[in-house]
């Protein structure tokens, strides 16, 4: 555990202090070995070591996963511990390795293809639907189960959910309603469940790549240090039991959500979300609890508050640079700038050659 600990502080200030190149990387990895506690996985030294390499430039992302599969190749004695270990280490960088590439296809078949990457070699059925129907006892629901798809509905099922969120326009939408229909999204996606294992890992890796095609620059430390109550909260939102007035609920989702994209700071406890816990007769609403973020209160779209993020991060970026970040044309770029600062939330100081942006509200 401290060896953890320890690790996680030298991240934080590679983030704090490292290049740009340095903090991607640290943030991907950051997540890639947080998200291993959605099924109770610990990471090797030998794992975090590498990856310290893989951040310091000493070795590539493929060194680094060759670097891994070559070390429990040669070991000959696993014992059930050790075995545990080397899920979370294959897995881990497989996840900073895919989070690190620019390339996205948003469709049922990337959702098998990130599957197949990350697992193949772990599990068998790596990148394939299960053939099977599946319960899982958890502890946020006192040991029952959520209703996951027919393993004979999978297919259609995914295919219509991609559709509908194909078809969905975020435009000219408040910050808060694209942020329930984010949650409502990934909660649909992971209740189908279409793999035999490795669904929440596979889901929180889709989501984030999905993500950035909005022009997010995301740091990815609520799936870092928060996977567990990522996967509670989707437990949560697919869950009912009307006999005894519970009923599935995205608010957990959306608070870990806005943290993640608004820069808000809700406290993200799983005790708020087993079904135990009461304030009052009624289930906790732990976004009353949570200091509220000026954010919500703006008038910004999705595709704003991206941008915003960009300009945050890097105050002396150009329009061009913004444009190839974000993925979206200058002509776009330069239209959107225009109108936040029309709406006096950033300005532009010195100039468009030498000058930077400065962002006038409270992010």
């Excluded at 319960?135 to 959910?161: M, N, Q």
């Excluded at 740091?219 to 437990?235: G, I, K, M, T, Y």
């Excluded at 608004?262 to 009052?280: S, V």
Aim: aromatic share 12%; glycine share 4%.
């Amino acid at each position: 555990m401290s060896d953890i600990k320890n690790w996680q502080t030298e991240l934080d200030e590679y983030i704090r202090q490292g290049e740009p190149n340095e903090v991607e990387k640290s943030n991907a990895w950051k997540t890639a070995i947080g998200l291993q506690s959605v099924d109770g996985l610990k990471v090797s030294e030998y794992l975090l070591n590498t990856a310290k390499e893989h951040i310091e430039g000493k070795i590539s992302i493929t060194d680094a996963d060759k670097r891994i599969q070559t070390y429990y190749e040669v070991r000959a004695d696993r014992s059930e511990i050790e075995t545990d270990e080397k899920e979370a280490d294959i897995v881990s960088v497989r996840i900073a390795k895919l989070l690190g590439e620019k390339t996205f296809q948003f469709s049922p078949a990337e959702f098998r293809n990130i599957h197949a990457r990350l697992f193949s070699g772990v599990f068998k059925q790596a990148g394939k639907i299960r053939d099977y129907n599946i319960t899982k006892k958890e502890w946020v629901l006192k040991g029952d189960t959520v209703i996951y798809a027919s393993f004979d509905s999978i297919r259609e099922t995914l295919e219509y959910d991609f559709q509908q969120e194909k078809d969905f326009s975020y435009e000219g939408l408040s910050l808060e309603k694209c942020v329930k229909h984010i949650a409502k999204f990934t909660s649909d996606i992971w209740q189908i469940h279409p793999f035999c294992e490795g669904n929440t890992r596979t889901t929180a890796v889709f989501i984030i790549k999905y993500l950035k095609t909005f022009g997010f620059q995301i740091s990815n430390r609520a799936f870092a240090e928060n996977s567990w109550f990522f996967r509670n909260a989707l437990v949560r939102a697919n869950y009912n039991d009307w006999k005894n007035n519970v009923y599935e609920t995205t608010e957990f989702l959306e608070m870990f959500f806005e943290n993640l994209l608004l820069n808000k700071h809700h406290e993200l406890k799983n005790r708020y979300m087993h079904l135990d816990y009461r304030k009052g007769n009624s289930v906790q609403s732990a976004k009353n609890e949570s200091p509220k973020c000026q954010n919500g209160t703006l008038d910004l779209t999705l595709e704003e508050m991206a941008l915003l993020n960009i300009l945050k991060a890097e105050p002396t970026i150009t329009q061009k640079g913004i444009a190839e970040l974000s993925g979206k044309s200058e002509r776009t770029i330069k239209r959107r700038t225009i109108e936040l600062q029309e709406k006096g939330y950033i300005c532009r100081e010195n100039g468009k050659r030498n000058g930077k942006w400065t962002i006038l509200i409270d992010m």
